[in-house]
């Protein structure tokens, strides 16, 4: 269990409308990932986070914005949903021990549905 | 930039049966390679990992993966395929232990009776 909790688990909502995505972690590590998974794409990252305040984009990252005021909170946010956006997200982190090895451990999961 | 590619979206075998996924890679660099399993509505669990020690990596559940890098790939295998192994793997690349991870599409392992 690498202490992950993302919230909302399940989201439907409306075009047009905002939407944050909570990623809560509990061990303070540094390396904190948003994904989306959508079928026949796999995982394709959207933002990543390298400390407080510290942010860059990935490769799907237009629509997207993130932040992270807290070590232990990233927080993906979607300001005007469409129903591209419609899939479901996942948090990583890279724990303290794995950040020269690389490996990412995931969160559970938040299902989007945008109507 | 780095790649992965899955051959396969879906592969079917007997129980019982030898797995084989397949996973071919792109790097500028001598890569990490990665395999993860996801079971139906969870999130990614790593397999195994490959960080330029040995070429031949076990992992959980009795997978294996061997690093060949004449062929450029990094496939999955098991000897003997139980039911419980029915899920989506995916293979994913990064170029150091501090890049990110890039992840192919998948594969959905079906194992029937």
């Known amino acids: 269990d690498a202490g992950i909790t993302q919230s909302p688990r399940h989201k439907v909502t409306e075009t047009g409308t905002p939407v944050t995505l909570r990623c809560h972690q509990t061990e303070n590590h540094r390396y904190m990932y948003w994904y989306r998974q959508d079928p026949g794409h796999g995982l394709r990252l959207i933002h990543y986070s390298y400390g407080v305040k510290d942010t860059d984009k990935g490769e799907v990252s237009d629509g997207y914005s993130v932040s992270r005021s807290k070590t232990e909170d990233f927080l993906l946010t979607l300001e005007s949903a469409t129903s591209s956006q419609t899939s479901v997200y996942f948090c990583?982190?890279?724990?303290?021990?794995?950040?020269?090895?690389?490996?990412?451990?995931f969160g559970e999961g938040s299902r989007l549905t945008v109507l | 930039a780095q790649s992965v590619t899955q051959l396969g979206s879906h592969v079917s075998v007997s129980e019982g049966a030898l797995v084989l996924l397949r996973c071919n890679y792109s790097s500028s660099v001598p890569p990490y390679l990665f395999w993860y399993v996801q079971y139906p509505n969870q999130g990614l669990q790593l397999l195994l990992k490959?960080?330029?020690?040995?070429?031949l990596v076990k992992g959980i559940n009795g997978f294996e993966a061997e690093f060949k890098k004449s062929e450029t790939s990094f496939h999955l295998t098991k000897p003997s395929a139980h039911m419980s192994d029915a899920a989506e793997y995916f293979c994913?690349?990064?170029?150091?232990?501090?890049?990110?991870?890039?992840f192919g599409k998948g594969t959905m392992l079906l194992v029937s009776p």
């Open positions: 994913a690349v990064s170029e150091s232990g501090y890049s990110t991870l890039t």
């Open positions: 990583a982190i890279r724990p303290g021990l794995a950040e020269s090895t690389g490996e990412l451990f």
């Open positions: 490959y960080t330029s020690a040995a070429t």
